[in-house]
């Protein structure tokens, strides 16, 4: 650390507030001018920024020419995702590499395609001879996504041909990316583990046949052992995150650099970026600490009053973080329902159940039941509001033991899939960078000498 200046110095204070003071806009010209802040118009509907063929994510429908709110609806390449996971949830498979084959290829593999394609993801779920000693464990970082982004960056130097964006070269490429994102997530936290907490090292190598939720599962523990209900839980909490529309923070990214002609490291390493910014990935790890808390402060969880006067607290900004949020609760799109939470949900108290932890499912449940209600009546709201993916998935993480550091890493793992069919479809579909525009609302300034100011 040595000569890398970490402080804020009382004149980094003052330049701040100069950067504050003069950067500071006036919000009512917003409307003046038309302009949709993030992308979004007052009624939370996006900006029309693109077309794709790869997943659509529904909230509304059209009834009486009229746009009123329905039941969420996600599919991935027109399969509904409810549909698509109910398929080899009966049969009790493991759906990752099926659904990661069908958000990239169009299409549904046969059983030869999809042995075929588990084999190939399974063969490449290797590093660079000596990365795992000379980068990942060199520095290692608290932070995984700082860490993740990291790795994927420095693969750059191990690709013979990183700067090739033909479409079979960005191909290989992301092919690569999703089979090793696993092991650089969990290789980065037991890092981190071990350097900067002082634990045992575990560096267990991943097992070809394994699906990737078992491989996940293999390397975090240091038996190296986990129940199929585990497995197939995470599995199906990987699916549910691979894709949502070419819409959301990060695969937009995705779109936005893939379109300047990069390469594929840095187009994914931005929308790493994206993906571990609170707002976006990080929601679960709020709604752990949230539901930590609120163990403390409601001495009876089954009082449904004293549930509501926490909520309420949590919106009055007197409980917990104090930011006025319900972590977990509303989403930028869905009102009625969140398709992937009613999914999870669905497994979450078989789950509960192995783990003994049935009261906490109570809870969650409880406050996915009340919430809606308090939050109507403290709020004013344009759209109703319901319990999203991160509601449950972050509970479902902690009942498998995974570390609060891995819950955005294991976002990555999934959304890498859809981040790669994203990138594939602008290169196929665009030569035109994405460049919007902003209006520019200071005055025209005269130059003033420096002997003069």
């Given amino acids: 650390m040595s000569g890398f200046n970490t402080k804020v110095t009382p004149q980094i204070e003052e330049l701040t507030r100069l950067c504050q003071e003069r950067s500071q806009l006036d919000l009512s010209l917003y409307g003046k001018y038309d302009v949709k802040r ?3 118009d007052l009624n939370g ?7 794709t063929k790869i997943s659509n994510v529904q909230a509304t429908e059209v009834i009486d020419g009229k746009t009123v ?4 609806m ?3 390449r027109g399969y509904d995702i409810k549909e698509l996971t109910r398929g080899f949830l009966k049969d009790s498979r493991f759906g990752f590499e099926e659904t990661a084959y069908l958000l990239l290829f169009g299409a549904l593999p046969t059983r030869e395609q999809l042995d075929e394609f588990s084999k190939l993801l399974g063969n490449q779920r290797t590093l660079p001879t000596n990365f795992v000693r000379d980068v990942i464990m060199k520095a290692p970082s608290k932070d995984i996504m700082n860490a993740l982004s990291r790795s994927v960056l420095t693969l ?3 690709d013979k041909n990183p700067d090739d964006i033909s479409l079979s070269n960005v191909l290989r490429q992301c092919l690569n990316l999703i089979s090793v994102f696993p092991v650089l997530s969990v290789y980065g936290y037991q890092a981190y583990n071990h350097y900067g907490r002082g634990k045992s090292l575990y560096i267990h190598n991943p097992k070809k046949e394994l699906s990737t939720a078992e491989n996940i599962l293999r390397l975090l523990r240091p038996d190296k052992h986990y129940t199929d209900l585990e497995a197939k839980i995470l599995d199906l909490a990987l699916i549910l995150h691979m894709e949502h529309g070419g819409g959301n923070n990060s695969t937009f990214t995705t779109h936005v650099v893939s379109s300047s002609g990069t390469d594929t490291y840095s187009a994914i390493a931005a929308a790493l970026g994206s993906l571990k910014g609170p707002k976006h990935g990080g929601a679960n ?13 409601i001495s009876d969880p089954k009082d449904d009053d004293e549930v509501r006067a926490y909520l309420r607290r949590l919106l009055n900004r007197d409980a917990f973080d104090k930011r006025g949020l319900i972590y977990g609760m509303g989403h930028a799109i869905y009102s009625v329902s969140d398709p992937r939470a009613e999914v999870l949900k669905s497994f979450v108290a078989p789950l509960a159940r192995e783990k003994g932890r049935m009261d906490d499912f109570r809870l969650y ?6 919430a809606p209600g308090v939050i109507g009546e403290e709020r004013r709201i344009y759209k109703g509001v319901s319990a999203n993916v991160d509601f449950y998935s972050g509970f479902v993480y902690s009942m498998l033991d995974l570390p609060l550091e891995l819950y955005t890493p294991m976002f990555a793992v999934a959304r890498i899939v859809g981040w790669s069919a994203h990138r594939m479809e602008e290169l196929i579909n665009t ?7 902003y209006v520019n609302v200071l005055p025209a300034a005269e130059y003033v000498p420096l002997s003069e100011r």
């Fill in 365 to 370: 449940e409880a406050v996915e039941r009340l």
């Fill in 74 to 76: 996600l599919a991935y």
């Fill in 285 to 297: 790890i709020k709604v752990v600490k949230m539901f930590t808390e609120m163990k403390k402060e």
């Fill in 38 to 40: 993030g992308l979004r």
């Fill in 156 to 158: 750059y130097s191990y």
């Fill in 45 to 51: 509907k996006g900006v029309l920024a693109g077309l």
């Fill in 431 to 437: 030569d035109k960078i994405i460049r919007p525009a």
């Fill in 69 to 72: 709110p329905c039941a969420g």
